[in-house]
T-cell receptor
């Protein structure tokens, strides 16, 4: 167990809908990262937050948004869902600055039908 | 931005043999290189990492080497066991703000 929690574990929804994925980082970690992993694909970096502020942005679609709250948990919002958005979404957390080790949550499996 | 390439995409070895996975990166500013192991349907787990001020790091059967001049780093697993079968990902980062991942290597250890 990495100490990073994600909810829900599984999510099944229809095209056009909107969902929210939630992540709680390890105690003391200020950084939260979101990744998308499609079937048989690598990890695509979406976005990073540090202590409530967006720090880095990757290949995140405009239909997707995220935020980190004062208690440091983070939410990833996916809207106007398409079939291609079906994937495993991971959140990871790390401490501030070096040594940068990321610890991943168990992931949320999103299925868009 | 950074580009990380990983080879091979699949690797099969006999139990007890060694396995080597190689990654190259493009941005000389990258200074942190972790390796993750991901079992089917599970989270990626950090297994070893190396920083640019170190050339090699070992942890029991696992080692990572870094060649900053050539911009490549490798994962070495010795005395492989069936439980080493998984997908392995390399990554590179400069500041810890953004991690660039390789495409993964599916390792199968044949008993």
């Amino acid at each position: 167990d990495s100490g990073v929690t994600q909810t829900p574990k599984h999510l099944i929804t229809a095209t056009g809908q909107r969902v929210t994925l939630r992540c709680s980082p390890r105690s003391g970690d200020l950084s939260v990262y979101w990744y998308q992993q499609s079937l048989d694909q690598g990890l695509q970096f979406l976005i990073q937050y540090y202590n409530g502020e967006e720090r880095a942005k990757g290949n995140i679609l405009e239909r997707f948004s995220a935020q980190q709250f004062p208690d440091l948990h983070s939410e990833l919002n996916l809207s106007s869902l398409e079939l291609g958005d079906s994937a495993l979404y991971f959140c990871a957390s790390s401490t501030s600055g070096a040594p940068y080790e990321q610890y991943f949550g168990p992931g949320t499996r999103l299925t868009v039908t | 931005g950074e580009n990380v390439e990983q080879h091979p995409s699949t690797l099969s070895v006999q139990e007890g043999d060694s396995a080597v996975i190689k990654c190259t990166y493009s941005d000389s500013a990258s200074n942190y290189f972790p390796w993750y192991k991901q079992e089917l349907g599970k989270r990626p787990q950090l297994i070893i990492d190396i920083r640019s001020n170190v050339g090699e790091k070992k942890d029991q059967r696992i080692a990572v080497t870094l060649n900053k001049t050539a911009k490549h780093f490798s994962l070495h697993i010795t005395e492989t066991q069936p439980e080493d079968s998984a997908v392995y990902f390399c990554a590179a980062s400069e500041t810890g703000n953004q991690f660039y991942f390789g495409t993964g290597t599916s390792l199968t250890v044949i008993p």
